[in-house]
């Protein structure tokens, strides 16, 4: 046996958040039930946003509600901006979830309309409102930020020590517009994990320059407690120009499962999901790739 390794979905919120087209939440259902067939064990299934923000995410309710109830095997989690985020998703059943927060404070206000120390004040009252549900935070804009560009590593230790102060052990490190390195990435894992050696570290990788895998794997060499990758490669931040699509889950899979780790998920019934999805999801795409045609089968 090899590694266990954690990938986790992250396609039916930040791969859907970037189709402009609204998807019928049952087709959103059914592409879930291939990904928790094919063996994924974590899920961020939606987000509790404002619909004028992201029309796409307008069905929350019913597809939180929906997933946890047919499987409670699988950890499922919502993004969340703010309280109101927060007390709907509680509401709908869900008892996890990613607050995110950006390191630069100027996406921060694009994408949240907060500064970072209404951020932590906000998160402060999910915590204290819900001492029960499992928060993340999604630290995002941490390798490079469309407004301010490159982000150095002593802010972003302060940061996480300003969320670390209010309770938060979890975080995901996010490549929100996809401009890190491997380097990059062992540089800002280090630093953090030995900065909070009581905190878990995940990491959240765009592809914008076919980056995403070598990124993500480098990620996972160097401790990532998981690596987010999405359905199709579909993904990205409207309210951060330049983002494209996340590391592809099928192509991580592929590479994963060929590299001796186990990932505990089945490659073929990815795969074919991720084509479901393309058959859907193409013409609707805003981004810049749905990648699955450069792997055509398994070889086994
Ligand atoms: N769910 C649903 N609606 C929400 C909401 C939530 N979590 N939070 C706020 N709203 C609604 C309010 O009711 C209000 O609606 P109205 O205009 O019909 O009255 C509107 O959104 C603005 O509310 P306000 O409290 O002034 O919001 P804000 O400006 O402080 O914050 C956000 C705006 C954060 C809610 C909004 O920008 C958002 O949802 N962004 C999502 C960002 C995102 O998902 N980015 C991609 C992932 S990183
Ligand atoms: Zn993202």
Same mark, same amino acid.
């Given at each position: 046996?090899g590694?266990?390794?954690?990938?986790v979905?992250?396609?039916?919120?930040?791969g859907?958040?970037?189709?402009?087209?609204f998807?019928?939440? /049952?087709?959103?259902?059914?592409? *879930?039930?291939? !990904?928790v067939?094919?063996? *994924?064990?974590?899920? =961020?299934?939606?987000?509790?946003?404002?619909?004028?923000?992201i029309? =796409?995410?307008?069905d929350?309710?019913?597809?939180?509600k929906?997933?946890?109830?047919k499987?409670?095997?699988?950890?499922?989690?919502?993004l969340?901006?703010?309280f109101?985020?927060?007390?709907s998703?509680?509401?709908?059943?869900v008892?996890?979830?990613?607050?995110?927060v950006s390191?630069? /404070?100027?996406?921060?206000k694009?994408?949240?309309n907060?500064t970072h120390?209404q951020?932590? /004040?906000?998160?402060?009252? *999910?915590?204290?409102?819900?001492?029960?549900?499992? *928060?993340?935070v999604?630290?995002?804009? &941490?390798f490079?930020?469309?407004?301010?560009?490159?982000?150095?590593?002593?802010?972003?230790?302060?940061?996480?020590?300003?969320?670390?102060?209010?309770g938060?052990?979890?975080?995901? !490190?996010? @490549?929100?517009i996809?401009?890190?390195?491997p380097? =990059?990435?062992r540089?800002?894992?280090?630093?953090?994990?030995?900065?909070f050696? @009581?905190?878990i570290?995940?990491?959240?990788?765009? @592809?914008?320059?076919?980056m995403?895998?070598?990124?993500?794997?480098?990620g996972?060499?160097?401790?990532?407690q998981s &690596?987010?990758?999405?359905?199709?490669?579909?993904?990205?931040c409207?309210?951060?120009?330049?983002?494209?699509?996340?590391?592809?889950?099928?192509?991580?899979?592929?590479m994963?499962?060929?590299?001796?780790?186990?990932?505990?998920?089945?490659?073929s019934?990815v795969? /074919?999901?991720?084509?479901?999805?393309?058959?859907?999801?193409a013409?609707?795409?805003?981004?810049?790739?749905?990648?699955?045609d450069?792997?055509? =089968?398994?070889?086994?």
């Open positions: 046996m590694t266990h390794i954690n990938i979905e992250i396609g039916p919120r930040d859907f958040q970037s189709v402009k087209e998807m019928p939440t /049952e087709f959103k259902l059914e592409i *879930i039930d291939g !990904l067939k094919s063996g *994924i064990k974590r899920i =961020q299934c939606t987000s509790f946003v404002s619909p004028k923000a029309p =796409q995410m307008q929350a309710a019913v597809v939180a929906t997933v946890i109830g499987y409670p095997q699988t950890s499922f989690f919502a969340v901006p703010n109101r985020g927060a007390e998703a509680v509401e709908n059943g008892k996890d979830v990613s607050v995110v390191l630069s /404070e100027s996406h921060n694009a994408n949240i907060r120390e951020s932590i /004040e906000e998160i402060k009252k *999910i915590r204290g409102e819900f001492p029960d549900l499992k *928060i993340t999604d630290a995002a804009t &941490v490079g930020c469309p407004f301010e560009g490159r982000m150095e590593i002593p802010p972003l230790i302060e940061l996480l020590g300003k969320l670390h102060d209010v938060i052990r979890a975080f995901t !490190l996010c @490549d929100t996809g401009v890190a390195y380097a =990059q990435i540089a800002i894992l280090e630093s953090s994990k030995k900065a050696p @009581d905190s570290f995940n990491l959240h990788i765009h @592809d914008t320059r076919n995403g895998i070598i990124n993500s794997y480098e996972i060499k160097c401790g990532a &690596v987010e990758t999405s359905l199709g490669g579909l993904g990205g409207p309210f951060a120009p330049g983002a494209s699509g996340n590391t592809s889950t099928e192509d991580f899979v592929y994963m499962n060929r590299e001796g780790y186990e990932t505990g998920i089945d490659f019934i795969l /074919e999901t991720a084509r479901k999805l393309r058959e859907k999801a013409g609707l795409y805003s981004g810049h790739h749905i990648n699955i450069k792997v055509h =089968q398994d070889f086994t």
